[in-house]
């Protein structure tokens, strides 16, 4: 399983997001579970990715979808046993693939046997100094702490029993994790260790860049209200602050003292590409996700800017770029390009809501040609569970059925992330369309017309979404050029985004709604959508091109 060029696999590999509830259900119960995922791996395999990044599995109440743990060193009866993750790591290293642990540092659940040690200890006990416990304000402390906000709306702050309060970035069920607590050091060092063990290839790690709170707790006045963008302020309070980088210092250590090129992943939403370009330098993060590009609108001037700025700061440190375009936060990238497209430069995971329902025939066409791009870009790519189906956003959901804990704390105006977390559709006419057992039913329900999107319908169509995928993700397993390296701009119209990669390959994607030519010489390889005219791409499309002499 080593690259192909000799270089570590993750500097260029294509990882695949399984979200367990929605990937594959083994038991009937309506929520995907581990032994589904084994059974269904094979599909995964297929595709020619290298590895498979898992969402969290563990026990959890499941107040945010498992990024809720109560228990590091365990799966939750929902999803399984220990046993059946053992014969999941089992069966994706058969199949060639690695496997990616999500972990979740930032904070636990309020079910941790940590945090209801924390409650029934006394205030300034060592069970409290695990977490952010702190007196409230105001004469009798009625009041939080300071004005930090929930990242799913509300205060940060939950008061307890007796007046303290905790502070819970996310959801009250995820109370924040002390890190400047050794043993809450020594504890994450652990439970790294109890998964390497078990064969884990790595960690996708949850709000890497949230760990460490000033200890002053300073009010954040006018910046508490966007909690949710990536912070343009490099002195905040708990996002990207200097201290967390030594924490994955000591990890990437513990990493390195096991064979087999393990890695860390890093989920961190900063303010610029320098800024992120700090957690995959030398000895930190091997790879950490370029949220830029998923956040870019379908704009040619706007992708060069990211694709550059991504590409230039990972490289003044040594590090691969890393590509993706969708996972379980954020509006599907089918349904996203499907809508009007901003004109001015800004980056949004937001969609415009009333701009009304997508396009989602244009939304598709553009799909196609984005995977075109991002994996003829240097570095590595994830690919989200059903975006090789082409699979939109599930907007209709009726508001009995929501679970994301967005919807509630929102006071119900924001909908929140279920629209991209609903159940794969793998064959026959009817829903649960095989994602379990005939007669289930999934926790989320399926949208009818998914009966032309399911695995068993696609793979005999050579022009559908999955064997464009499968295609293109050969090509770039075979071609020299692709994976780890570099690229070089080619002159080319507005619309058009063009680059070259040595030897002999080249990249065209039309932004635009018109057909420009191609260069003469150029042999197509791929096209994202039948090419009518061989020298002519049509509107909303790429290539890929042997530009050989
Ligand atoms: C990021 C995860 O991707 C998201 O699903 C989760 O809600 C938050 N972190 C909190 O853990």
Redesign the pocket.
């Known amino acids: 399983m080593t690259s192909r060029t000799g270089a570590p696999w993750w500097r260029d590999a294509v990882i695949y997001q399984i979200y367990p509830r929605s990937f594959a259900d083994g038991n009937g119960d309506g929520v995907g579970d581990l032994a589904g995922i084994c059974a269904r791996l094979g599909h995964v395999a297929g595709l020619g990715v290298d590895a498979v990044w898992i969402s969290p599995f563990y026990p959890s109440p499941q107040a ?2 498992g ?1 809720d743990v109560s228990d590091y060193r365990d799966i939750d009866p929902l999803f399984g046993t220990l046993a059946d993750a053992d014969a999941l790591i089992a069966e994706a290293h058969r199949l060639g693939l690695r496997l990616i642990v999500d972990l ?1 540092p ?2 636990t659940s309020d079910q941790h046997v940590w945090f209801q040690a924390a409650l029934a200890a006394a205030p300034g006990s060592r069970e409290r100094e695990r977490y952010m416990f702190r007196d409230g304000r105001g004469p009798d402390g009625a009041e939080p702490p300071n004005d930090w906000r929930s ?1 799913f709306g509300g205060s940060a702050w939950q008061r307890v029993a007796d007046g303290q309060w905790y502070l819970h970035l ?1 959801a009250p069920e ?1 109370p924040d994790l002390n890190w400047l607590n050794p043993e809450v050091r020594a504890e994450f060092v652990s439970i790294l260790r109890f998964w390497l063990d078990r064969g884990a290839d790595g960690f996708r790690v ?2 890497a860049n949230a760990l460490f709170k000033d200890p002053a707790l300073p009010d954040l006045g006018e910046d508490a209200a966007h909690v949710l963008e990536p912070t343009k302020r490099i002195d905040h309070p708990f996002w990207d602050r200097d201290e967390v980088l030594e924490v994955y210092e000591e990890w990437h250590r513990v990493l390195a003292g096991y064979e087999g090129e393990r890695m860390l992943v890093a ?1 961190a939403w900063v303010a610029n590409p320098e800024r992120l370009a700090r957690y995959v330098s030398a000895g930190r993060f091997q790879s950490a996700f370029n949220f830029d590009f998923l956040r870019c609108p379908w704009r040619a001037d706007l992708l060069h800017e990211v694709i550059d700025a991504c590409i230039e700061a990972d490289a003044a440190v040594g590090a691969p770029p890393t590509w993706v375009l969708s ?3 954020v509006v599907r990238h089918v349904s996203r390009y499907g809508l009007p497209q901003p004109t001015k430069g800004q980056l949004s995971t937001r969609v415009d809501a009333t701009a009304g329902p997508p396009d989602l025939l244009l939304g598709r066409r553009r799909a196609r040609a984005a995977v075109l791009l991002m994996l003829a870009l240097p570095g590595g790519a994830y690919v989200y569970q059903g975006e090789e189906l082409g699979l939109e956003e599930v907007e209709d959901l009726p508001d009995a059925v929501l679970q994301d804990p967005v919807w509630k704390r929102s006071g119900h105006t924001q909908r929140g ?1 279920d629209g991209c977390r609903v159940p794969l559709p793998w064959g026959g006419a009817e829903t649960p369309f095989e994602f379990g057992p005939a007669g289930s039913t999934p926790w989320l329900p399926q949208p009818p017309h998914w009966a032309g999107l399911t695995v068993e319908a696609q793979s005999g169509d050579d022009a559908s979404m999955l064997a464009l995928y499968r295609e293109a993700l050969r090509r770039r397993r075979e071609h020299p050029a692709l994976g780890d390296g570099t690229i070089r701009w080619l002159d080319a119209p507005e619309d058009i985004l063009a680059f070259a990669r040595d030897p002999g390959f080249a990249c065209f994607v039309n932004v635009g709604a018109e057909a420009v030519p191609l260069p003469e010489s150029a042999r197509v390889v791929l096209s994202s959508l039948p090419l009518d005219d061989p020298r002519l791409l049509p509107g909303d499309s790429a290539v890929w091109l042997d530009v050989r002499p």
Request: aromatic share 12%; proline share 0%.
């Open positions: 945010d979808a990024y979740v930032n904070h990242t996310f995820q949850d709000v989920e996972n379980h936060d992330r």
